[in-house]
């Protein structure tokens, strides 16, 4: 695996998984000033479920990927964990954290891909 759009596929497969819920890709590349080329969001339904959906994409990323996580975020209250591997960033959120942060709202004028249920 060597370019985003490979890594993009393992985190949401791994997502999948683990029963992530309503996973959205965010292409972040034509708007020239992103941090990252990809956001991925989704959310679980307590932080149990949030906690393991992070384990399990670092753990399935190192795997099948060989890609260290460069940094993560938020383990200790699991509301919001954030991986980063640098050209994709994870944002693993609680339902309610993510309906109060919209970060795809914020992120509107990206390239939305809505991965639908019967998807998942």
């Known amino acids: 695996m060597g370019n985003s759009i490979d890594l993009v596929h ?3 497969e ?22 990252c080329d990809n956001f991925i969001v989704c ?12 384990e399990w994409v670092e753990e399935k990323v190192k795997e099948r990927a060989q890609i260290h996580l460069a940094h993560r975020e938020g383990s200790e209250h699991a509301r919001w964990i ?5 050209s994709v ?10 309906e109060y942060y919209r970060l795809e709202e914020l992120w509107g004028d990206a390239d939305i891909t809505i991965l639908k249920e019967e998807d998942q």
């Open 14 to 35: 791994a997502i999948r998984e683990k029963k992530g819920k309503e996973i959205v890709n965010m292409n972040l590349v034509r708007l020239g000033y992103a941090m």
């Open 10 to 12: 393992c985190i949401t």
């Open 43 to 54: 959310h679980g339904d307590s932080t149990t479920q949030v906690s393991a959906i992070a």
């Open 89 to 98: 960033v994870v944002h693993v959120f609680i339902k309610e954290a993510r």
């Open 82 to 86: 954030l991986l980063d591997y640098g």
